[in-house]
């Protein structure tokens, strides 16, 4: 009884964190269409990403649901116009991203109760740390991955050359996992999606 009333109380903490992480995100000015109705961006992002770590990671830690759900927490408050339009400058925009979205995450988790060293743990993910020694850091970068090439390759290969696409489709799977790279089989994708795919694998 008493482990039941423990579970029934994480869970409903998990529930006040997921819901915080997406009112602050329903205030996305950038929206997208989906079945004829405007989604805050962001939001969407946040729910697809949970979707994808259930399908992909069913048993995950409760700290790495948290992190998947508040991966891209905030991120119109920082344009990528704000920094140099070079190479120096996307990375110097990525690496703010990643303090900014742990730095709205911690006070929410407090906020909704949360232990210190949870707090950390999702802090940590945020900030993609030791990605290639940490199996959970591993785990939130392929689901990023999947829901990348799920939902977002089209319109990004819809506004590039193909050749650029298909360099950015094979750095995306050099950071994916073998178990990912199996997964990759089951999204719904274009067969313009697939065959560059296809090339990135094989070039």
Known sequence: MIILKRCMQEEAKLKMAMDAFDQYN????NGEIVD???VPKELLYAQRMTERLLIFCPD???????AARSQHIGRWEIPRSSYPMDKK???QWRNKLKDHHASIAEPILKNCGYEEFIIEKVKALLLKKNLTTNPDTQ???DVIC???LEHYAEEFAAKHEDEKVVDILRKTIKKMSAKAIQSVE??????KIKSMIHAAVND
């Open 26 to 29: 329903s205030k996305d000015p």
């Open 36 to 38: 004829s109705k405007m």
């Open 60 to 66: 995950s830690p409760e700290y790495l649901k948290l």
């Open 89 to 91: 400058g996307y990375l």
């Open 139 to 141: 785990t939130l970068e």
């Open 146 to 148: 999947l829901v990348f």
């Open 186 to 191: 089951k999204l719904t994708l274009s067969d």
